[in-house]
């Protein structure tokens, strides 16, 4: 699935969790940025600027976040969301901060990392 295909929720949601992963070390590495610069890309910049800043007001913490995450329910949707973080979180080392949101959606999405 590209992404994008994806829908608006679905977006807001991949632009949240990249968010989470991003920050959970404390970096925001240059493999990193490259890779948002791939999101940004396959979004197209408007669509992705206003996802990022509707993702801030819609997902005030973690917690509205993680529900967000959970109403997503198209397989295809969840794997291209879940490809995307990993390759993030992967592109400079993924740390154990990195690994606690990677593995909640795993475990709640019944995904497998490839």
């Not at 396959?42 to 509205?64: H, I, S, W, Y």
């Not at 690994?99 to 959606?105: A, D, G, S, T, V």
Request: hydrophobic share 45%; glycine share 2%.
């Amino acid at each position: 699935m590209e992404l994008s295909q994806l829908t608006t929720d679905e977006t807001l949601v991949l632009v949240g969790l990249m968010r989470v992963v991003i920050q959970a070390d404390g970096e925001f590495s240059n493999p990193e940025r490259e890779h948002v610069a791939l999101v940004r890309t396959a979004l197209g910049t408007d669509r992705f600027t206003q996802a990022m800043l509707e993702a801030t007001d819609k997902f005030p913490t973690n917690e509205v976040l993680k529900t967000a995450a959970k109403a997503v329910t198209r397989v295809e949707a969840r794997k291209a969301i879940h490809d995307v973080l990993v390759k993030i979180a992967a592109s400079d080392t993924i740390t154990a901060e990195e690994e606690k949101p990677l593995r909640w959606l795993e475990s709640w999405w019944e995904i497998a990392r490839t």
